[in-house]
């Protein structure tokens, strides 16, 4: 039987999709530890980090403007520089730009009204560990619900993002009016993954769609590969 690794589950005031992010990672075969944000250290053998999606400290200032100063980040840019995968859904996407581990900003949508629907995505690449289960040009259903999930970034780093394989996933129809309708992005190394879908809320066709279930299903294997790897 596979070892269940575990994922950290990062928990802000304000979080709110933090026991629906738990329960889809344990439905997959993680072990999911929820860790408060005031906490300097990640669980010990922790295989992955997810950020998740909420509201953290209101969203006051900026999405993610606050969240980014939690001692916990401090844990978390040091696992990712190791090379452990991190994963930021949302609001989590929004920290980690914030933060400066993913490239870009979210400002407010286009129309400046809240979206919550299911949206189609393009799967970019499949070179990543939270890409792994997809092939490129595959289409996703994946639920949105974000008043500022708009990504942007001038057009000097759009073209070396989209030149070095960052734009990991494509919205198929603008839903936000994110500069070339990017819905998720990666770092330089390719373990740190932002997208404003929440891959959590779609991994069983009662839900209305099971995809989301691909992305995290990689992303469990990636913590597991990470825990059973040679010190």
């Known amino acids: 039987m596979s070892i269940r690794p575990?994922?950290?589950?990062?928990?802000?005031p304000g979080s709110n999709d933090d026991r629906d992010a738990a329960w889809a990672l344990g439905a997959l075969g993680a072990e999911p530890e929820l860790v408060w944000h005031a906490e300097e250290e990640l669980p010990q053998e922790t295989?992955?980090?997810?950020l998740p999606g909420g509201f953290s400290y209101g969203d006051y200032l900026r999405c993610g403007a606050i969240a980014r100063?939690?001692?916990?980040?401090?844990?978390?840019?040091?696992?990712?520089?190791?090379?452990?995968?991190?994963?930021?859904?949302?609001?989590?996407f929004q920290i980690l730009c914030e933060a400066g581990l993913l490239p870009g900003v979210l400002r407010r949508n286009r129309d400046l009204e809240f979206v919550c629907?299911?949206?189609?995505?393009?799967?970019?690449?499949?070179?990543?560990?939270f890409t792994a289960r997809c092939e490129p040009g595959q289409e996703l259903t994946i639920p949105v619900k974000h008043?500022?999930?708009?990504?942007?970034?001038?057009?000097?780093?759009?073209a070396e993002l989209d030149a070095a394989g960052q734009l990991v996933l494509r919205y198929a129809e603008d839903c936000n009016g994110s500069v070339g309708d990017v819905a998720g992005v990666c770092n330089e190394g390719r373990n740190v993954f932002g997208?404003?879908?929440?891959?959590?809320?779609?991994?069983?066709p009662l839900l209305g769609s099971g995809d989301g279930a691909l992305l995290l299903a990689a992303l469990?294997?990636?913590?597991?590969?990470?825990?059973?790897?040679?010190a």
Do not use: Q
């Not at 008043?147 to 759009?158: K, V």
């Not at 469990?220 to 040679?230: D, H, I, N, S, Y």
């Open 220 to 230: 469990v294997e990636a913590a597991r590969a990470r825990v059973l790897a040679p």
């Open 147 to 158: 008043g500022e999930g708009s990504w942007y970034a001038d057009a000097e780093l759009y």
């Open 69 to 92: 100063f939690a001692p916990v980040l401090d844990a978390v840019r040091s696992f990712a520089a190791d090379g452990g995968p991190v994963l930021g859904i949302c609001n989590g």
């Open 117 to 129: 629907r299911d949206v189609s995505l393009r799967v970019e690449r499949d070179d990543t560990p």
């Open 6 to 12: 575990k994922i950290a589950v990062l928990v802000f």
């Open 47 to 50: 295989g992955a980090v997810v």
């Open 195 to 204: 997208l404003m879908p929440h891959p959590e809320h779609a991994v069983d």
